[in-house]
């Protein structure tokens, strides 16, 4: 599971793609999550859509070849003027002159969120851009206000796992405006049926052109050898394209206590599914863990 800094394209000036990559340059990710989530974080390496261990896993040979955004302040100012931005005493302002402020919403009580949201930004505000945290009620109202469109940049969790559909649905699901209708795989415009990140229809690809919600709704349906290359194709639009600025990957804390059983497996995976999948019995019939002596 990650989380992101995710747009509303159909709001200016995210509609496009220039002022997201100048964002993702802009926004150091590393001091982001240092101030938010030190403990149960740790920067994402890059946007994938995927966590990156599990990127590590099924994406091998593309993970190295995607566009790390590194914090660079000359590589976002560049992306910000071929956006048509303008600076003007200090200040960056939309194509059209009027002010621009980044205006980011996070469900009250979120200490993580609002915290990586604050420092985003004095970030922003250091570099020109003027900025401010809007806090919501609760989290359902959050979701259905993030749905509704109300917003133009959200916290949005993804990579969700550990199946390679759940993995990017978050991108390219519902919310994106994919849905399965009859089968069949239809795209809503934005602000239509739950659409609230309004991306293209298609998006291309070195220089072919793809749809990211066929290929996602693919993933349901294939094994794991044929999943690799449509998670490839969607980690480099996800990387290409920034729906949303992939932040900090959360750590998977596991917690034993020694104090009645020993033995406990030393294998995150098998810690993670013995909390649902195995009851505490199986785990001891299987001799995974043993009565303290």
Known sequence: ??????FNQSKKPYDNVHVRRGL???IDREQVTKVASPEGGTPATTTSGIHQK?????????????EPYK??????????????LTKKDGKWTLADGTPWKVSMHAPAGFSDWLSAQENIKSQLIKAGIDAEVVTTADYPVYLEELAAGKYDVGFWLIALGPAPYDIFQRLYGVSNGWANVGGKIKHSPAGKSGNWMGSPEEIEVDGAKINPGELTAKLNSVGPDEAKPIM????????????VIQLWDYINNQFVNNSRFTGWPHDDEVLRLGTGVLPSGVWIQQGLVKAKQ
Do not use: C, H, R
């Open 1 to 6: 599971m990650a989380v992101s800094m995710a």
């Open 24 to 26: 993702a340059y802009l």
């Open 54 to 66: 599990a990127a590590a896993a099924w994406i091998p040979d593309t993970l190295p070849k995607l």
């Open 71 to 84: 914090a660079d302040l000359a590589k976002a100012e560049e992306e910000f003027k071929t956006a048509g």
């Open 232 to 243: 490839s194709q969607l980690a480099m639009a996800a990387n290409q394209d920034l729906p």
